[in-house]
C-alpha cells in the first residue's frame, strides 16, 4: 500500500497543470481575429465595424481589469446593456468602446455628457427605447462614430450636431414631422438614411436640408409626403 501511495504521489508531482478554456482564451482569439482584420485593411478604411488600429502590449494582450457598467456584458470593446430595463445610460463605460448596444431598454433623454470621451466609438444601437430628447452636445467627442440606430423612439427631430463620420443614421418609426436646413450639412459620409414612419409631410423637409450630402439608399416610407419632394431630397 506504501508504494503504491508513493508512485501516485510521484506521477502527481510529475504532472502537468491542467488549465481549461476560459474567458481569457476566448478573448485572446476574439482580439487577435480584430488585429488580423486591421492588418488586411488600409489605415483610412473606416467601413469594417472596428476600423481603428491601436497599439497593444505583447506582455498584456487583454486587460487585467476591465470596468463594465453594471449588468452589462463587455467584451472585444463591446458592450452589451440591452434588456435591461435602464432609464438612463450607464456611466463608467470604458473609453476604449467601440460599440454600444443599449435597445430594448426605457431610456427616455441622452444627456450632454453620456458618452464623453468614447472617442473611438464606432456604432450606438439605441432602438426601442422612450427617447424624446438627445441633447445637442452629445455627440461633440465621439468623431469616429459610424452607425447610429435610433429607430422605435419618440423623437421629434433628427439630433442637432450629428458626427461628420457617420456612415449610416436609422431614425425608423419616430415622431419626426420637420427636417430642419443644414440638419446634415457636412455629412459627406452618409450613405444610408432610414427614416420611415415618422409623420413628415412635403412641407417638412426645408430647402438645404440635404446640401452637399450624397445618400445612397434613403428610405421615407410610411409617412405623409403626397409626391415626391424632388427639389428637397439629396443627390444620389
Given at each position: 500500500m506504501k508504494e503504491y501511495m508513493l508512485l501516485l504521489f510521484l506521477a502527481l508531482c510529475s504532472a502537468k497543470p491542467f488549465f481549461s478554456p476560459s474567458h481569457i482564451t476566448l478573448?485572446?482569439?476574439m482580439l487577435k481575429d480584430m488585429e488580423d482584420t486591421d492588418?488586411?485593411?488600409d489605415d483610412d478604411d473606416d467601413n469594417s465595424l472596428f476600423p481603428t488600429k491601436e497599439p497593444r502590449s505583447p506582455f498584456f494582450p487583454f486587460d487585467l481589469f476591465p470596468t463594465c457598467p453594471f449588468g452589462c456584458q463587455c467584451y472585444s470593446r463591446v458592450v452589451h446593456c440591452s434588456d435591461l430595463g435602464l432609464t438612463s445610460v450607464p456611466s463608467n463605460i470604458p473609453f476604449d468602446t467601440r460599440m454600444v448596444d443599449l435597445q430594448n431598454n426605457k431610456i427616455k433623454e441622452i444627456k450632454e455628457n453620456d458618452f464623453k470621451g468614447l472617442t473611438s466609438l464606432y456604432a450606438l444601437i439605441l432602438n426601442n427605447n422612450k427617447l424624446t430628447k438627445i441633447h445637442?452636445?452629445?455627440?461633440l467627442t465621439t468623431k469616429k462614430l459610424r452607425r447610429l440606430y435610433l429607430s422605435h423612439n419618440q423623437l421629434s427631430e433628427i439630433p442637432l450636431n450629428l458626427p461628420k463620420s457617420l456612415a449610416e443614421l436609422r431614425i425608423h418609426d419616430n415622431k419626426v414631422k420637420?427636417?430642419?436646413k443644414d440638419t446634415f450639412k457636412g455629412m459627406n459620409a452618409l450613405h444610408v438614411l432610414e427614416m420611415s414612419a415618422n409623420p413628415l409631410d412635403n412641407d417638412g423637409i426645408e430647402p438645404g436640408a440635404f446640401e452637399g450630402v450624397t445618400v445612397f439608399h434613403i428610405?421615407?416610407?410610411e409617412a405623409k409626403l403626397t409626391s415626391v419632394p424632388k427639389d428637397n431630397l439629396p443627390s444620389f
Open positions: 478573448k485572446n482569439m492588418d488586411n485593411d445637442p452636445k452629445t455627440f420637420k427636417i430642419q428610405r421615407i416610407a
